[in-house]
């Protein structure tokens, strides 16, 4: 059987709302039939059919197999619920114009020919009611708005508030429409960001004489009647009663009864699911040239479960819809922001025409390094941290423009010193024209990087923060690649969380670690609290009756102290059995758990694990390569930054010569020790939240490897 469209034709209708008493008829649209063509037809104007059907916005809507209620009396057909509310609001002319009758005109004639009822004729011409229509008689003819075949019907608009947790996304969805069209209404927004303030008010359509709010229930179908249906069962699948499918398809009795092949209009079923908000659900913005097919495979979802949550399939799969998923999907995707991204290999996507501009602002001291004697400068080099992170970091840089080189990938590179020294960084951006560069990787100082993010951001120039987390300042053009603390801390103790059954939790906090106390106290509510002695050392006694004797032992230490990180792995590693295991935990990983002090004995014996925004480096192709270049040096994890971020910025630039967009559409990626995950906080900047879980394992420290990692935690 031909499978029919389904077209939305809205009615102010409810199960158990009976119509009103008025003349009407139903009307399948054929093919080659118009709105012009059925309200002549009809003898109604295209105005009255589109408000007594308020989906049908435009002539264009009406299609083969629509289903519409005609108005056989030219009022608009409303409910009996809301005539009672209200009378129904007459539609006034526009204008008039004067005409004399002439030799075998009629009523019939003119009604044709002005595009009105005869009604209309006789209420502004009252002299019809009482007398027949004569040659030379003078008529008001009354001009009603209407509705040109070939253009769109005018919308009206609304104002929308942004509710908790909604997102451009779920609004997009919920009104039908694109995010191009979402932006266009609302130029205001932010085009390199995707941030909506809960509160704030976006303009959107409405079709006139529509409620949004009341859609779900003035939804319709248009269903073909298959094989052996008969009323009951077809209310019993609808919830609705027969009497009111009936009621609302006269030509059923017309016809003798419900008859196979019949094209008949039934309440669409209300959508179930759920607000649609970030907390049930995740979207995905249709793609050109995407399939039904593909889009179940991708999004691990059947054909029947996206139809259902998304209707507006049954008219066509269009790009740049956008679709709503059950937020339990989102396990195994790619998911950013509340939207499914596709995952895209950026090395494979890769266009050569790019051609990347980008500047190094980082404190290299070449005015504090006097190159004539060897041994001062590997002396400086090796004390001093700003220059050695430098120069760490830039020679994985170097590594990073070799192998985007490779990749056939031209680059535009400079470099500058920055000396540590704001009045340097000010210097340089007076002297240099910064117009046409892709990005800026640097500054590291705090005050340097305020002043290039401000002077980059009035040139729409991305800045990427080799080494900081947040600023004091707010810059909407700043990626800080080192995850905040407050995100490493959620990503271990969401882990944490699932993985607990019944161990005993301890936490052991210094005053300077409140927020990590509280954090942990809010997931694990019966922990126990350790006594701290003047914020230095444990109270011995309390703490080892604190841990149990028949449970695992899970202990927090919150501290940046390297003597109590000692004292405390020692004790643990003491009270440590086969039988009874002790496990030691920090959400603030920091030097002090790195000092050499620290036994890594104890902390391998613990299993001790904390969460990191890098991993430890293996023998990968970055390492060879470095080996290779620089004679045999093993990169340290500075260099390893350096090459990670470089090759993210220039993989992603390589991708779309355009950093903030390319943001937008490209989730996790991953190099030699870091992942980056850049979300859009708005004005403040884009922050990763990608970090690792390690653990102290055989006196190595190992990466916990989780699937489900970046999309759940």
């Given at each position: 059987m031909k499978k029919f469209k389904i077209a939305f034709v809205a009615l102010v209708f409810l199960a158990t709302s009976k119509i009103t008493a008025q003349q009407y008829t139903t009307h399948a649209v054929k093919e080659g039939e118009t709105l012009q063509s059925i309200s002549q037809k009809y003898r109604v104007t295209p105005y009255t059919i589109i408000q007594s059907n308020k989906e049908i916005k435009t002539a264009a809507d009406v299609k083969p197999n629509t289903v519409l209620i005609i108005p056989l009396d030219g009022k608009i057909v409303q409910t009996e619920e809301k005539v009672e509310e209200q009378e129904v609001e007459e539609v006034k002319p526009i204008s008039f114009s004067r005409h004399r009758v002439r030799k075998r005109e009629t009523l019939f004639s003119l009604t044709q020919r002005y595009e009105i009822t005869e009604e209309q004729l006789k209420r502004f011409n009252r002299q019809l009611y009482s007398e027949p229509l004569k040659k030379g008689m003078v008529l008001q003819i009354p001009k009603y708005p209407e509705v040109d075949p070939n253009e769109e019907k005018e919308l009206d608009f609304e104002t929308y508030t942004?509710?908790?947790?909604?997102?451009?996304?779920?609004?997009?969805?919920k009104y039908g429409i694109t995010i191009d069209s979402l932006l266009v209404l609302n130029p205001d927004l932010d085009k390199n960001s995707n941030y909506l303030a809960m509160g704030e008010e976006l303009k959107l359509p409405r079709p006139k004489g529509d409620s949004l709010k009341d859609q779900q229930i003035d939804l319709f179908t248009s269903y073909t009647v298959p094989a052996k249906m008969t009323l009951y069962s077809l209310g019993k699948e609808f919830s609705i009663p027969s009497d009111s499918i009936v009621k609302l398809n006269p030509e059923?009795?017309?016809?003798?009864?419900?008859?196979?092949?019949?094209?008949?209009?039934?309440?669409?079923?209300?959508?179930?699911?759920?607000?649609?908000?970030t907390d049930n659900f995740i979207f995905y913005e249709v793609k050109p040239k995407q399939n039904i097919f593909r889009l179940t495979q991708n999004l691990k979802i059947t054909r029947e479960e996206l139809f259902n949550l998304n209707p507006s399939l049954e008219n066509g799969l269009k790009a740049g819809m956008v679709l709503k998923i059950p937020r339990a999907n989102a396990q195994g995707l790619e998911v950013k922001n509340a939207l499914v991204l596709d995952k895209i290999n950026l090395r494979?996507?890769?266009?050569i025409a790019n051609r990347p501009k980008l500047v190094f602002m980082l404190p290299f001291r070449l005015d504090r390094i006097n190159f004539n004697d060897g041994?001062?400068?590997?002396?400086?080099?090796?004390?001093?941290?700003?220059?050695?992170?430098?120069?760490?970091?830039?020679?994985?840089?170097?590594?990073?423009?070799?192998?985007?080189?490779?990749?056939g990938v031209s680059v535009d590179v400079k470099t500058y010193d920055t000396q540590l020294s704001v009045e340097k960084v000010k210097e340089t951006l007076l002297r240099e024209n910064l117009m046409g560069v892709n990005a800026i990787i640097g500054p590291i100082a705090p005050l340097a990087l305020d002043e290039v993010a401000v002077q980059a951001s009035s040139k729409n120039i991305p800045v990427i923060a080799p080494t900081a987390s947040k600023s004091v300042l707010s810059h909407g053009n700043v990626f800080y690649s080192v995850p905040k603390e407050e995100v490493l801390r959620a990503k271990m103790l969401s882990y944490l969380k699932k993985t607990h059954t019944d161990q005993n939790v301890v936490i052991i906090a210094d005053s300077t670690h409140q927020a990590a106390y509280d954090s942990i106290l809010n997931k694990f509510p019966a922990a126990q609290i350790a006594k701290i002695i003047d914020n230095k050392s444990l109270h011995l006694d309390e703490f080892l009756i604190q841990l149990s004797e028949t449970k695992e032992n899970w202990v927090f230490v919150e501290t940046n102290q390297p003597n109590m990180v000692s004292s405390v792995s020692s004790i643990l590693n003491s009270a440590n059995t086969e039988e009874i295991p002790v496990r030691m935990f920090t959400t603030s990983f920091n030097n002090a758990f790195e000092d050499d002090a620290i036994s890594k004995t104890h902390l391998s014996n613990l299993r001790f694990t904390y969460p990191s925004f890098y991993r430890e480096l293996g023998n990968d192709a970055f390492s060879r390569a470095y080996r290779k270049r620089f004679r045999g040096v093993k990169p340290d994890r500075y260099a390893a930054r350096g090459f990670d971020v470089t090759m993210d910025v220039l993989l992603k630039l390589a991708y779309q010569n355009n950093l903030f967009e390319t943001s937008k559409i490209i989730g996790l990626t991953e190099y030699s020790g870091n992942r980056f995950n850049y979300f859009n906080d708005w004005s403040s900047g884009y922050f990763n939240k990608a970090a690792y879980i390690m653990e102290y394992d055989s006196l190595q420290i190992k990466e916990i490897k989780l699937d489900d990692l970046e999309s759940n935690l």
């Open positions: 942004v509710k908790p947790k909604e997102t451009r996304w779920s609004i997009a969805h059923i009795m017309q016809q003798g009864g419900l008859k196979e092949g019949m094209v008949i209009r039934l309440p669409k079923k209300k959508d179930t699911s759920g607000e649609v908000n494979d996507s890769i266009n041994k001062k400068t590997r002396n400086q080099v090796m004390t001093r941290k700003d220059l050695s992170l430098s120069l760490g970091f830039y020679s994985g840089a170097l590594v990073a423009l070799d192998s985007i080189k490779k990749l």
